[in-house]
């Protein structure tokens, strides 16, 4: 009997670990951990925008991947690094402060509601995201926008990086979304 028990609890710990073990992706990390790894990403992200710093922003991305913020398909960092120090920056909020005698404004992208799917070395995500600023006399938040992205995501030697991210912004009627839910 107690051959038996001891065979048993062996057994399904061997299972329980086996399990556990080829839960993950094939570069060894589990779910959880890729999850992590891609919302550290898809944070980074609004970072790099908000600061206009157009090197981080252009790390999130694949030597040869993709943006399109509703104006076609921005391809390769070269060309998306040029899109974002082509962006009103800190130094025109600092000229029109100084001229108004207002404090600069400044303005925050945040992301929510983050879907995933993950297969391997490949991922699909969806998010929600708004924007919040305080472009006004008296520098008081106010919501500047909303939509959501479609992120097409790879793991190259053990980190995530946007192959493709497609913005959607409800604020425009030539970028909005048309479909149905996006979301699976």
Same mark, same amino acid.
């Given at each position: 009997?107690r051959? %038996?028990?001891?065979?048993?609890?062996?057994?399904t710990?061997? %299972?329980?670990? !086996? %399990?556990?073990?080829?839960?993950?992706?094939? $570069? !060894?990390?589990?779910?959880? &951990?890729?999850?992590?790894?891609?919302?550290?990403?898809?944070?980074? #992200?609004?970072?790099?925008?908000?600061?206009?710093?157009?090197? %981080?922003?252009?790390?999130?991305?694949?030597?040869? /991947?993709?943006?399109?913020?509703?104006?076609?398909?921005?391809?390769?960092?070269?060309?998306?690094?040029?899109? *974002? &120090? !082509?962006?009103?920056?800190?130094?025109?909020?600092?000229?029109? $402060?100084?001229k108004?005698?207002?404090?600069?404004?400044? @303005?925050? =992208?945040? *992301?929510?509601? *983050?879907?995933?799917?993950?297969?391997?070395?490949?991922? *699909? !995500?969806?998010?929600?995201?708004? =924007?919040? @600023?305080?472009?006004?006399?008296?520098?008081?938040?106010?919501?500047? /926008?909303? @939509? =959501? #992205?479609?992120d &097409?995501?790879?793991?190259?030697?053990?980190?995530?990086?946007?192959?493709?991210?497609?913005?959607?912004?409800?604020?425009n $009627? &030539?970028?909005?979304?048309?479909? @149905?839910?996006?979301?699976?």
């Amino acid at each position: 009997m107690r051959k %038996l028990t001891t065979a048993l609890a062996c057994l399904t710990v061997g %299972l329980v670990l !086996g %399990l556990f073990l080829s839960s993950g992706s094939a $570069a !060894g990390t589990s779910y959880g &951990e890729d999850r992590a790894q891609i919302e550290n990403l898809q944070a980074r #992200y609004p970072f790099a925008l908000d600061f206009r710093d157009a090197r %981080l922003y252009v790390s999130t991305f694949t030597p040869d /991947g993709v943006l399109d913020y509703g104006r076609g398909d921005v391809r390769g960092r070269d060309a998306i690094q040029k899109v *974002i &120090e !082509g962006m009103p920056g800190n130094a025109q909020a600092q000229a029109a $402060a100084a001229k108004s005698g207002l404090r600069p404004a400044a @303005g925050r =992208h945040h *992301i929510s509601n *983050i879907v995933l799917k993950i297969d391997g070395n490949k991922a *699909i !995500g969806r998010s929600y995201w708004f =924007h919040t @600023g305080n472009d006004n006399p008296q520098r008081t938040a106010t919501l500047g /926008g909303f @939509g =959501h #992205y479609e992120d &097409e995501l790879v793991k190259v030697n053990g980190q995530w990086f946007f192959s493709k991210r497609k913005i959607y912004n409800e604020g425009n $009627a &030539e970028w909005a979304f048309k479909g @149905g839910n996006p979301s699976w």
